[in-house]
């Protein structure tokens, strides 16, 4: 596939490489605003960028464009790419854009034009009758979009400011063959009855109320599958010689300026005064951290010194940008901050990228890995940073990891190593990170004594592997589509009476698995069995336990068990124990 450059020059790839798929998503938006503009011509177009699987494009319609629009754009636009229009590129200056869409009527390209420097030259991209001022790059030919389907409406203010115009934007996806679509949507169709959201309601883990917008609620069954993954991650962190501590959850303004977050992070961060000082609830916990390390002096024989910290943050998040637990106001991130010598970095940055590949293996993912360099607002030195991804790129290539180069999409402190799991139905989520800071221990004064008596500036690392309990939930809920292995599940078994008459005996089978250390609930409730046993295949339990007069008879109990094959779920009578050693084999996986 051919991509076209701003400075015309035509590069060669593949879709699936993200140059390549994001030019071609950026030419189907330009076929979304061309098949507007021809069956709509009064319509003012804003901005139409690539994002992640597709496009988008703003409007503002003059009447009300709905759903039932939908249908005529998307067949105006495949009559677009069979015209097969070539796109050809070409440069004007500011004063040119400015008159060409002056006479189109197009007032928020204008408004865009207006914002751009004096005698700033601007690339243009035409295909057919349609030409947009754009810096590129795009396919060659619109008819390289073979495949391709609107999917949803959404309001969006200009500019993302509530006090302008509310404009319509139209979603999309395109693909170079009707196939790559076609399992598209069946993965959209999938992710909807995974949705997080809807089966954190029903499995009753967790709930998003009106009186705490982006602050989520756990209930019970939520708690447990918590305080799974928090043990899990304790018991691993006290393998690894871990300190476990716990900082404040708000700090005053000076300790933020030390640290860059109220220059750099201000914007994000939740702030208050008490006793006539500025305090900030922190977004991160490393400042924490920072003080915790200088509370004593250390010497280079204690490093590294491993900190790690449950940390409750919040970070102000716009409303349209929240989205169940995948991105909240609130949330626990599990950080450690390694302290370290420069002749450490590598075996530090090795052993925390084993613990990561670990973990996500313990919950079936796999993940593709991102270096990503320094930012445009960074603070440090030149040569910091160069050390500084040095050490993480090394520590990559000495383990054999294939990775990918992220450039500028580092910390302001530093560099960093991200890992984007891929979940079940081949979606990837970015959780885990190793970010390695020279800039906080300088900006801390913190030191060490080295084996030559002075004093040395260690080097931090930054690191969280699940990133955000919250948000890995939300993940996991929707990997295993809400039936989680019997190890996270917050109800292993459920224990069902057939009548009344067996409720002692129901009583019995449960209180002896809940003091095996089984997570079990009962339902003796006077409902028909086949009523009881739906509703708890909807929990998605993991075994059903199922005893009437014949099991109490003989002390036994019957087991259906929810991961069999439909017609194999019923296991038969046995013995407690057997259950019980099922069950425990299981969670040992």
Known sequence: MKVLKSDGKVKEGKFGEK???????HTSAHILAQAVKRLYPDTKCG??????????????????????????????????????????????TKEEAYAYMEEKGESYKLDMIARMEAGERITFYRQGDYAEFCAGPHVTNTGLVKALKLTSLAGAYWRGDENNEMLTRIYGVSFPTAPELQEYLHRMEEAKRRDHRKLGRELGLFALLEEGPGFPFFLPKGMILKNILIAYWRNLHRREGYQEISTPIMLNRTLWETSGHWDHYRENMYTTVIDETDFAIKPMNCPGGMLVYQMEPHSYKELPIRLGELGLVHRHEKSGQMHGLMRVRCFTQDDAHIFMTREQITEEIKGVVRLIDEVYARFGFSYVVELSTRPADSMGSDEDWEIATRGLRSALEEMELPYAVNEGDGAFYGPKIDFHLKDSIGRTWQCGTIQLDFQLPLRFGAEYTGADGCRHRPIMIHRVIYGSIERFIGILI???????????APVQVKVLSISEKNERYAVKVCEDLKQ????????????????????????KIPYLVIVGE?????NKIAV???DAQEDKQDLGRMRLDELLRMVQREEDM
């Open 19 to 25: 140059e390549i798929s994001r030019a071609f998503w």
């Open 47 to 92: 901005i139409g960028p690539a994002v992640e699987n597709g496009f988008y494009y703003d409007f503002l319609f003059s009447f009300p464009f709905g759903e039932e629009n939908l249908a005529a754009v998307e067949q105006e636009m495949r009559k677009i790419v069979k015209e097969s229009l070539p796109l050809q590129v070409y440069e004007v």
């Open 478 to 488: 929707e990997h295993y589509a809400g039936k989680f292995p019997v190890w996270l």
């Open 516 to 539: 095996a250390g089984i997570r079990c609930e009962i339902d003796v409730r006077s409902e028909k069995l086949g009523y009881k046993i739906r509703e708890a295949k909807m929990q």
């Open 550 to 554: 014949k099991e109490e008879q003989e």
């Open 560 to 562: 259906r068990c929810r």
